[in-house]
């Protein structure tokens, strides 16, 4: 199956609230990247991580990485209208610069 | 600072006709990477670039599908003799060097095959 699986696939939450969504993985790592795509757009790169960093944070978004479960988190805090998008994550895991990504999670913020 | 530049934003072809996608990386990147996008799904690896070399086209198709990155001018994914199913979001990322993780994505370029 792809590497790089987000769960949930849909989110619909209300403005304020936190999101979580995860993602996994099969194969040993570099790095794993985090990107949203608004609809009918290009996609903005939002955060990386390594593969010996536990956590990150970068303003209200935060990611985990536990290398152990091969899996990954990212949380938005304080969600607003415009964190609605589609957030794909997405692996180096072939170790040669192409990125392998997940179908995505698609959130929804209600204002 | 320009970003990525991806041109068409959206193109329409009818089947058997040629689509011929540009993309103009950042100032200052040498790489250039393909991904296509089907309706719903995440992107899917098709080729990496640098300056007048293929690096990788594992993820292309064997047949109809060609990428170049000339010295001078936009990289360009060649698609010859499309077919339906060849309608897709096709984006272009860049990135300065082979040791830099981070790509970035160009806006994209819309194919629909009538």
Known sequence: SQQGEEDPQALSIQEGENATMNCSYKTSINNLQWYRQNSGRGLVHLILIRSNEREKHSGRLRVTLDTSKKSSSLLITASRAADTASYFCATDYYGNNRLAFGKGNQVVVIP | ?114
């Open chain 2, 1 to 114: 600072n320009a970003g990525v530049m991806q041109n068409p934003r959206h193109l329409v072809r009818r089947r058997g006709q040629e689509a011929r996608l540009r993309c103009s990386p950042m100032k200052g990147h040498s790489h250039v990477y393909w991904y296509r996008q089907l309706p719903e799904e995440g992107l899917k690896f098709m080729v990496y670039l640098q300056k007048e070399n293929i690096i990788d086209e594992s993820g292309m198709p064997k047949e109809r599908f060609s990428a170049e990155f000339p010295k001078e001018g936009p990289s360009i994914l060649r698609i010859q003799q499309v077919v339906r199913g060849d309608s897709a979001a096709y984006f272009c990322a860049s990135s300065p060097g082979t040791r830099t993780d981070t790509q970035y994505f160009g806006p994209g370029t819309r194919l629909t095959v009538l």
